[in-house]
Nanobody, 124 residues
């Protein structure tokens, strides 16, 4: 089992940047593919991006491609989501998730463990 704790959320203005972190503890972090999802008020949880166990491959939703970057450091048991050029529609609770042995997946059902989420709010 692995425990995930997100941090780094907050208020952001148009065009601003924010870096979210997800710290993992428990079983060997490097065995898990990692994903980021988000859920806006009144909407379904949606895929943001994912990274393979080695960090060699990433995948992004079209809505964030070119603005968001996922990276990881297995020695630090941490995965990050760098968010640039933020827009109002990026307001959501952001979750990191871990999938045992996964390559990359946009499907939430493929993930075994979830963090509690961190809030990103657009401030006009």
């Amino acid at each position: 089992q692995v425990q995930l704790v997100e941090s780094g959320g907050g208020l952001v203005q148009a065009g601003g940047s924010l870096r979210l972190s997800c710290a993992a503890s428990g079983r060997t972090f490097s065995r898990y593919g990692m994903g980021w999802f988000r859920q806006a008020p009144g909407k379904e949880r949606e895929f943001v991006g994912a990274i393979t166990r080695s960090g060699g491959t990433t995948s992004y939703a079209d809505s964030v491609k070119g603005r968001f970057t996922i990276s990881r450091d297995n020695a630090k048991n941490t995965v990050w989501l760098q968010m640039n050029s933020l827009k109002s529609e990026d307001t959501a609770v952001y979750y990191c998730a871990a999938a045992d042995g996964m390559v990359v997946s946009a499907l939430s059902r493929h993930y075994d463990y979830w963090g509690q989420g961190t809030q990103v709010t657009f401030s006009s």
